[in-house]
T-cell receptor, first 116, second 113 residues
Framework: ETGVTQTPRHLVMGMTNKKSLKCEQHLGHNAMYWYKQSAKKPLELMFVYSLEERVENNSVPSRFSPECPNSSHLFLHLHTLQPEDSALYLC???????????????FGPGTRLTVL | SQQGEEDPQALSIQEGENATMNCSYKTSINNLQWYRQNSGGGLVHLILIRSNEREKHSGRLRVTLDTSKKSSSLLITASRAADTASYFCATPTARAGSYQLTFGKGTKLSVIP
């Protein structure tokens, strides 16, 4: 399998559930990102991992918990979410972020999350 | 404040026409990137233009960059129905010693067959 994959593609959960989103990249990259895309809002960067170390946490509520066990895998653990957290969650990867921003990001297809 | 802002927010054209989308940004950049997103899917990188470049071509895409006006434009020539998608500009922003991409709200392009 090539590129960036995300599972599940769709997720419906209640406010008291705990679930996890998974992202896997097969591109040999060492930086991975979580983005949130809500209707009529710009793409919001949530977390950045570079060489498996979190380098960015963009004031995201603690009900979102990222995990990067190795450079190919990224998880987003979800618990006690709110209906306003319903959105498309996109994972991306790239070469290291320190290369003066010239690195292209490769995106997965996203997980459409609905919180009831 | 938003780094990149696309204009227009939505654009509807007939197949075969050209589509032009604009992006304005606020701070100095060393490059600007354009991405495409099909409905409900992931983003796909289209083209990167560096700050020392004024124009760049890739197939039917033409990107210009005017650093004095802090603006860029994406032109799609001879549009096809398959070009229907949202288009985003993205600029690198320095944060905590590294560079992250900041995306605009996008232009939603509809190409009518």
């Amino acid at each position: 399998e090539t590129g960036v994959t995300q599972t599940p593609r769709h997720l419906v959960m209640g406010m008291t559930n705990k679930k996890s989103l998974k992202c896997e990249q097969h591109l040999g990259h060492n930086a991975m990102y979580w983005y949130k895309q809500s209707a009529k809002k710009p793409l919001e960067l949530m977390f950045v991992y570079s060489l498996e170390e979190r380098v960015e946490n963009n004031s995201v509520p603690s009900r979102f918990s990222p995990e990067c066990p190795n450079s190919s895998h990224l998880f987003l653990h979800l618990h006690t979410l709110q209906p306003e957290d319903s959105a498309l969650y996109l994972c991306a990867s790239s070469t290291r972020t320190s290369v003066r921003g010239s690195n292209e990001q490769f995106f997965g297809p996203g997980t459409r999350l609905t919180v009831l | 404040s938003q780094q990149g802002e696309e204009d227009p927010q939505a654009l509807s054209i007939q197949e075969g026409e050209n589509a032009t989308m604009n992006c304005s940004y606020k701070t100095s950049i060393n490059n600007l990137q354009w991405y495409r997103q099909n409905s409900g899917g992931g983003l796909v990188h289209l083209i990167l233009i560096r700050s020392n470049e004024r124009e760049k071509h890739s197939g039917r895409l033409r990107v210009t960059l005017d650093t004095s006006k802090k603006s860029s434009s994406l032109l799609i020539t001879a549009s096809r129905a398959a070009d229907t998608a949202s288009y985003f500009c993205a600029t690198p922003t320095a944060r905590a010693g590294s560079y992250q991409l900041t995306f605009g709200k996008g232009t939603k392009l509809s190409v009518i067959p």
